[in-house]
Nanobody, 125 residues
């Protein structure tokens, strides 16, 4: 299975973007999906995650109420709707997929088996 993330771009503070992640290949496995990001000069960090059927989701505190993650299992596509973007949301966003139990490990990069290539999000005025 391969992940392809797209939808990044440049936006002013307060703007919105929607990132999408398409899975291709042997997609019959039930993957929990997530997003990480990495800002220049900073470590990669967890942004959001959602269970395969969308029953459970988690967000980093700084994006709660602004970002919404979803997973369309019929289309093998996960999305991250980002609203009210801030300067500190700038970074490369990575789509990820994991097959383990959707517990506290969901916040760890090591939980995820698959990583997309990343898409740049730039928030600037």
């Amino acid at each position: 299975v391969q992940l392809q993330a797209y939808g990044g771009g440049s936006v002013q503070p307060g703007g919105s973007l929607t990132l999408s992640c398409a899975a291709s290949g042997n997609t019959y496995s039930a993957f929990n999906m997530g997003w990480f990001r990495q800002a220049p000069g900073k470590e990669r960090e967890f942004v959001a995650a959602i269970s395969y059927r969308g029953i459970d989701s988690s967000y980093q505190d700084s994006v709660k109420g602004r970002f919404a993650i979803s997973n369309d299992i019929d289309k093998d596509m996960a999305s991250l709707q980002m609203n009210n973007l801030k300067f500190e949301d700038t970074g490369v966003y990575y789509c990820v997929a994991g097959r383990g139990p959707f517990g506290t490990d969901r916040y760890r990069a090591g939980y995820y088996d698959l990583w997309g290539q990343g898409t740049q999000v730039t928030v600037s005025s």
